[in-house]
């Protein structure tokens, strides 16, 4: 489960990011060993080169499952 769990929180840090960022690094933290019901991302903060965002996953009953953190690198198309 928790392979699927990184994967569902990696792919909602990449749509909160955007398309013109590319992952630099991420980092997950387990609580629990529960299904996953909800998740939701968002960006910490963002200059011109990095976006950091952050982003977790819960229990039906809002139980926290899993945490991650992740910062994109800004890579324009030339």
């Known amino acids: 489960m928790t392979a699927s769990t990184a994967a569902l929180l990696e792919d909602a840090l990449r749509r909160v ?6 992952p630099a ?3 997950v933290d ?3 060993a529960e299904a996953v019901s909800t998740h939701r991302a968002w ?6 080169s990095l976006v950091f965002a ?3 996953a819960r229990t039906e009953d809002g139980n926290l499952v899993a945490t991650a953190a ?9």
């Open 54 to 56: 952050q982003a977790e």
């Open 43 to 48: 960006i910490e903060r963002s200059t011109r």
């Open 70 to 78: 992740a910062v994109f690198r800004r890579v324009t198309q030339g």
């Open 17 to 22: 990011a955007g398309p013109d960022a590319q």
């Open 25 to 27: 690094s991420m980092i």
């Open 30 to 32: 387990y609580a629990a």
